[in-house]
């Protein structure tokens, strides 16, 4: 990864948890408060620096940025209004689903990216339905395009944000529950292992093309005089302790950056010729 690469990568996944702490604020401004991590979640926002990253590297390869679609932050210089039809595509088992990033070509959709991300402190159900949420957006968008409902062939995508904290690092120690025993891989496997193994199946499989994978610490705590709990550190019993935020790729050669914007920059390519288009600005990611 060169330092352009990390200093973009830093700054998307720093906005990550920030844009959580803004979004939080803002409820609780006007009287608010969704449960544990949810008012941060749901504000809808928390990965868009992600997905305003990707499309930027789907611009500077040659994609015309009225092409690049995601919900882009307010100051976003290609941000425009009123675009979610160029990112909602048909589905098979229920009406549209809205992706993260799509770029089209011709008004056909030739990169489809899923963003999905997991916080602590509980991480047991919350990962089953990330796996759940992963297979079956890939099934219902492989039965679309073969029912004619999405045309060509879009290369699809999965990228997972994962907190990095005790918990999530440690062993999942989580008994069998059922007549017969998890596949043996699983055992004592963390929670950010158990990612990776999901993106990297779901690859091998074909239901995604490509799949990144990234953990990240907070910057700060998210415990609560109410909610002290809400901090895994605080949880397991871990005191005194601090917070310092950082991130790092726990598969950087099968699932890393660099790797993902190659495959991405190669698929953008074959459409758009290599380069910013005539006349489009000489931006760096973040600039």
């Given at each position: ?93 229920r009406p549209t689903k809205q ?149 790092f790729e726990p598969d950087p ?35």
């Amino acid at each position: 990864m060169t330092p352009e690469q990390a200093r973009d990568v830093h700054d998307a996944v720093l906005a990550y948890w920030t844009s959580r702490d803004e979004a939080a604020l803002r409820q609780a401004s006007k009287g608010v408060s969704d449960a544990g991590e949810r008012s941060g979640a749901t504000s809808g926002a928390h990965l868009d620096r992600v997905a305003q990253l990707l499309g930027r590297v789907c611009i500077a390869a040659g994609a015309p940025p009225e092409e690049v679609y995601y919900k882009a932050p307010a100051d976003d210089p290609y941000k425009r209004e009123n675009i979610s039809e160029g990112y909602t595509l048909p589905g098979y088992y229920r009406p549209t689903k809205q992706w993260d990033v799509v770029v089209r070509h011709d008004g056909k959709p030739i990169v489809v990216i899923e963003l999905k991300s997991q916080n602590g402190p509980s991480y047991s159900n919350n990962a089953n339905n990330r796996a759940e949420e992963a297979i079956g957006n890939a099934v219902d968008l492989r039965r679309a395009k073969e029912a004619g409902l999405v045309p060509g062939n879009p290369w699809t995508a999965y990228a997972f944000v994962i907190e990095d904290d005790e918990r999530s690092r440690g062993s999942d120690r989580a008994k069998d529950r059922g007549f017969h025993p998890k596949d043996e891989i699983f055992a004592g496997w963390s929670y950010i292992s158990r990612v990776c193994l999901l993106s990297r199946r779901l690859v091998e499989d074909g239901h995604y093309d490509a799949a990144w994978v990234l953990a990240t610490s907070r910057p700060t705590c998210p415990a609560t005089v109410k909610e002290p709990k809400r901090c895994a550190q605080i949880k397991f019993g871990i005191e005194p302790h601090g917070h310092r935020f950082g991130w790092f790729e726990p598969d950087p050669g099968g699932l890393g950056y660099v790797s993902f914007i190659t495959d991405l920059t190669r698929q953008i390519e074959r459409y758009y010729k290599s380069g910013p288009a005539i006349g489009q600005p000489q931006l760096s990611l973040f600039d």
